[in-house]
Every structure is written in structure tokens, then in C-alpha cells.
């Protein structure tokens, strides 16, 4: 790493098993904030007085945004290779703001000023504050100081899914991210005796040997769900458990005995999104079940093996939304479509505290590592933030406004088979807007999107002013008097769009403007090609925009004709603007949903 810049003004800040001679090239600022904390309450002992991490969860956050090179890294033997963030020679600071004692918004407001104050050019910040309207919400406080300055604030959207209207950070002027899955899975082989190999999911952390072990199938326990009936089973045996609708239980009660192995039935894909196999088992499919119940019906004679520790790369289809990712609308404002994109989410591996157990054999044995893998759309922001670094060092001109379009219009709606993207979280249906945003984000081609939807601080402003916010309450997110509600507009120039209606309204149209740059080389001709949301008609003036160089603005009206149907589900489509050759394609996602109450 080179020199700290002399722009830097952050400090590290010695504390608690802290010292700030432990910053570095890399790790050049470290504050804690904790003050909301001591004041709500008086007296209160503070258990780690310092940035130090106690959870795991900041550590894994920032090595998954910036985080060096580290060759032979895994999982307990999952997911081998060398790890690394997504801007690795990014320079990382600290701001610790949730304590094991709580968390109160003016430490967190707190947290983030100081490190806008310091010069930080992105902050990505893994939580949320649910159910609070956008001036009592800290982050969308002090994101706004941030977007004034060009700092880019990454958000997550919760793991409330998969109902609507349950994300938060659904902030105008940030960046909101939803979690998908990865394209590996973790793998346990199984060998029947007769020679047949069945592939199954598995995260047992250690290199059991299962090796031509009985294979046991009994109805009186194969439910697996009674440990008493389960005492009826030879230990020394593979336990074959049927398909149940329980397959955490059965985990469970199979991690607390002392079978030799197990091989669970089971369709529910929760778990290859969660991770967690605390017995040395394996998950497979009820289509392959057949060929292991009929050899195991043979009796005394059937034996199997299984492998652990396999990773498999190229599982498709790959990326879907993440069950759990939170659902737009925002409630905190409903006009703007949130989430913005998608990023991995799902089973994420990052470094992590040692001072913690990360995985267990059994009930009883308790493994620590230095590396974790873990779910949520906290591990889906640090990678969307780690894209908005690298952007802004490549185009430090941009606004955070510019950044957050170039992401949105570049993201990839399909998965790897060039599918629409599926939802996890209903029922592996084409995932809509409202669940993953404009699709799953494209690093290299955001780098050069073509066109960019930009915003001013004033037209956020514009927008706050239309939603019956009183002067203070306006006052309270801006903290400046320097704005006019003097041209209220709630048709802000995003990079998407979404037409609520609600029950009541048989038809409804509602007519979008927005303004595009030119961020190309030169002149450029882009044409427009609409997919219109089911039951919508859509229609584009003008159809064409010509530019004659670059940074050369042009403007266009979309229409949104909405007819009520009988089902009233979300329904979505796609604006998309083609480049004559063919170069550049930048895309807006549509979305019309039922009107959703906000906070």
C-alpha cells in the first residue's frame, strides 16, 4: 500500500484491546462511538470500550469490501481458494457504532458524520433502523450529509423476506442492496455398495470417516423427529431420514446422537442458503431418493460411504434472489423502486473474530476459524460497496447519485442458464423488481455504462418536499437552510420506475420524466426497446435520443397505463436504451405494485 493520502484527517482511536499503533497502510482508521449508549443508560459498563469487534460481523463486512489477498483460505474445507475483497487495494477505517450493550440512533448518526468528516469516499453500512419514517432515521440523516459531499452510502435491505414492503434502507439517495445466491454449492458424496454415487449438500466441517458403514432405512424412525424412537436405531449405521418438512429438527436430533452418518430427504433449499450441518449427514433430493431407499430396503447386505468437504463451482441456475432479502416498496417511501440491485448474499465467505465458535460437531464441539461464511443481505452490501469503490476511483468526478445509476442500469436481470433471475422466496417464480432491484450488479460493465441518471442534493430536496414533512422535519434530514420547497416534485431522475395503485383505482396512469448523460466517448444514437409490466401499457417520448458528445444531456417522458385486474400482484418489466452499434445497453427495471401503507 502506499502513502495514507494527506487529505486523510480520521484517527485510530486506542480503547479496549485496541492500541493505535495496530492501524496500518490498510487499516488507516478505527473510532468508536458509544455515547447514546452512556446516556440512555447511566452507570452502564461498556464490555469492549473500544472499535475492537466483538460479533464477527464487522470483521467479515469490511474483508468482504476490501479485504487483501490471502491465498489458501476455506471454510473447514469448503470453498477453497484464495480469498479476497472486491477493491482489495482499498484503504479500510472503522467506525464501530453497535455495542454487545445495544445500539441508539445518535451513535450511529454520530459514527457516520465523523467519518464523512474525515474524507471517506464510500461508507457501507450493513443495518437498518425498521418502521421509522426518513427524519428519525439516522442513516438517512447522515446519508444525506454524505450525498452532498459525493460520498457513496451502500445500504442493505434487511432480511425481513420474503413479504412486501418489509426492507428498510429504502432511502432515496443511497444504495440499497438485496442478497442472491452464489453460484457453487458444498457437496457430500455418497457411494452405495452397489456402486452407485449420489451427489448431496453438505457443510459437516470435517473430514469424517464414513467408509462402507451400514446404511439403515426403518419406517418406525426414519422420520427422524422422535429421539426416542430414534434410540431404537443401530449407532453404528448410516440413518436414511425421510422427507418430513422438518429437516432443521432432524438436524438437529441427528447432531445430538452418535449415528456414524445420515442421509436426510429433503427438497427444502433454506439450508444451502443458511449453511449449518453439525452431523456428519448429507441433503439429497427426493428424486434421488428412490435409488437409496431400494438399495437399503435389502437389509443386512446394503452399505454405503460419503465424502465431505467438495465444493462445486458452476451450479445453476445461479444467481437467485436470497429467500430471506427484505421486499420493496420502501416503507419509508414508496414512490422510489427499492431495492436498487442484487449482490451475493448467500453463504459469503469473509474473515472473521477467532474469540467466537463459527460451526459445531454434535452439540458439544464448538469450532472457531479465522474465516466464516455466513448469509444475509449484510454480506450482499460490503460487495456492492466494494464495486462503488472501485467506480469512484476510476471516475472520481461522479456523483454518488451517477455511481448508484451506473450500477442500477449495467445489473444483469438474468442468471447463469440466461434465464430471468428466480426468487427463492416465491415459490423459484421470475423474481420481480421489488425483490432484487434492477438484477445482480456487473462490476466491469458499471465501469462504463454509457448513460447515467444523475441527482442534486435540491432535487432530493424537491422530492422530501412533497411528502407532507413539516419545515423541521425537512430541516431534520438536510440540516440546512440553504434549500427551497419553491418546485415540489416527487418524480425524482432515477434510474427506475414504479407505479403504485391501490384497491380501489380500477385504471391508472402515471407519467415519468427523466434526464440522461452522456457518459460515452462521443456522439452516440440510443433507441428505446419497452417490456411492458402484465396488464400495463407503456409508452416511451422520444422513442430516440441522439447525442452529439459527451456529458450532453437529453430527456424523455415513459407513461405507465395500469388496468386493475382480479389478482392485483406485483407485476414488472424493463426500459431499456440500445447504442446503435450495439456497445451500450442501459436498462431500467418497471415495477406496478399495490399501494403499500408507509411509515
Excluded at 3 to 19: H, L, M, V, Y
Aim: hydrophobic share 40%.
Amino acid at each position: 500500500m502506499k502513502a495514507i493520502p494527506a487529505r486523510w484527517k480520521g484517527i485510530c482511536e486506542s480503547g479496549q484491546e485496541f492500541d493505535s499503533s495496530l492501524c496500518n497502510l490498510k487499516l488507516i482508521g478505527a473510532r468508536y462511538f458509544n455515547k447514546g449508549i452512556v446516556a440512555a443508560n447511566p452507570g452502564i459498563n461498556i464490555s469492549m470500550n473500544s472499535a475492537r469487534d466483538t460479533q464477527g460481523h464487522g470483521t467479515h463486512t469490511s474483508s468482504t469490501v476490501a479485504g487483501n489477498y490471502v491465498s489458501d483460505v476455506s471454510f473447514f474445507g469448503y470453498a477453497k481458494g484464495t480469498a479476497r475483497g472486491l477493491a482489495p487495494r482499498a484503504r479500510l477505517a472503522m467506525y464501530k457504532v453497535i455495542f454487545d450493550e445495544g445500539r441508539y440512533a445518535s451513535d450511529v448518526l454520530a459514527g457516520m458524520d465523523q467519518a464523512i468528516a474525515d474524507g471517506v469516499n464510500v461508507i457501507s453500512i450493513s443495518m437498518g433502523f425498521d418502521g421509522v419514517p426518513l427524519y428519525e432515521d439516522p442513516i438517512a440523516v447522515a446519508s444525506f450529509a454524505a450525498m452532498e459531499k459525493g460520498v457513496v452510502v451502500s445500504s442493505s435491505a434487511g432480511n425481513a423476506g420474503p413479504p412486501l414492503g418489509t426492507l428498510h434502507n429504502g432511502i432515496p439517495w443511497v444504495l440499497t442492496v438485496a442478497a442472491g445466491t452464489i453460484d457453487r454449492s458444498f457437496a457430500g458424496t455418497v457411494t452405495l455398495g452397489n456402486g452407485q454415487t449420489i451427489v448431496g449438500w453438505t457443510m459437516f466441517p470435517a473430514s469424517a470417516f464414513v467408509e462402507n458403514v451400514p446404511l439403515v432405512y426403518n419406517k418406525t424412525y426414519s422420520a427422524c423427529n422422535s429421539s426416542k424412537l430414534l434410540s431404537e436405531a443401530p449407532l453404528d449405521a448410516i440413518i436414511v431420514c425421510e422427507e418430513t418438512g422438518f429437516l432443521e429438527d432432524q438436524l438437529n436430533l441427528i447432531g445430538a446422537s452418535n449415528f456414524r452418518g445420515a442421509i436426510f430427504v429433503s427438497k427444502d433449499t433454506e439450508l444451502f442458503e443458511l449453511g449449518g450441518v453439525s452431523c456428519p449427514g448429507v441433503v439429497i433430493s427426493p428424486e434421488d431418493a428412490p435409488a437409496v431407499l431400494n438399495y437399503a430396503k435389502i437389509g443386512n447386505r446394503s452399505f454405503a460411504s460419503i465424502k465431505f468437504q467438495q465444493t462445486v463451482l458452476g451450479t445453476k441456475p445461479a444467481p437467485a434472489v436470497a429467500f430471506y432479502t427484505s421486499r420493496g416498496p420502501s416503507p419509508s417511501y414508496p414512490g422510489i423502486l427499492k431495492p436498487d440491485v442484487m449482490a451475493p448474499g448467500s453463504l459469503v465467505l469473509a474473515a472473521w473474530f477467532p474469540n467466537d465458535y463459527t460451526t459445531q460437531i454434535g452439540s458439544n464441539v464448538l469450532l472457531s476459524s479465522d474465516y466464516n461464511m455466513i448469509s444475509g443481505t449484510s454480506m450482499a452490501c460490503p460487495h456492492a460497496s466494494g464495486v462503488a469503490a472501485l467506480l469512484k476511483g476510476a471516475h472520481p468526478e461522479w456523483s454518488a447519485a451517477a455511481i448508484r445509476s451506473a450500477m442500477m442500469t449495467t445489473a444483469n436481470p438474468l442468471d447463469n442458464t440466461l434465464s430471468p433471475i428466480r426468487d427463492n422466496g416465491l415459490n423459484f417464480t421470475s423474481a420481480s423488481p421489488l425483490a432484487m432491484g434492477a438484477g445482480q450488479v456487473d462490476p466491469n460493465r458499471a465501469l462504463d455504462p454509457g448513460l447515467i441518471y444523475d441527482a442534486t442534493p435540491q432535487d432530493y430536496v424537491d422530492l422530501l418536499c412533497t411528502m407532507n414533512f413539516t419545515r423541521n422535519q425537512i430541516l431534520t434530514i438536510t440540516r440546512s437552510n440553504s434549500y427551497s420547497c419553491s418546485s415540489p416534485s416527487a418524480d425524482l431522475n432515477y434510474p427506475s420506475f414504479i407505479a403504485l395503485y391501490n384497491n380501489k383505482t380500477a385504471s391508472y396512469v402515471q407519467t415519468f420524466n427523466r434526464t440522461v448523460t452522456n457518459v460515452g466517448e462521443g456522439a452516440a444514437t440510443y433507441k428505446a426497446a419497452v417490456t411492458a409490466p402484465k396488464g400495463s401499457t407503456v409508452a416511451v417520448s422520444p422513442e430516440k435520443l441522439v447525442f452529439e458528445k459527451k456529458y450532453e444531456k437529453q430527456s424523455y417522458t415513459l407513461t405507465i397505463k395500469y388496468t386493475k385486474d382480479d389478482e392485483e400482484n406485483v407485476s414488472f418489466g424493463a426500459l431499456v436504451w440500445i447504442e446503435e452499434s450495439g456497445k451500450f445497453t442501459v436498462r431500467s427495471p418497471i415495477a406496478v405494485s399495490p399501494f403499500l401503507t408507509s411509515v
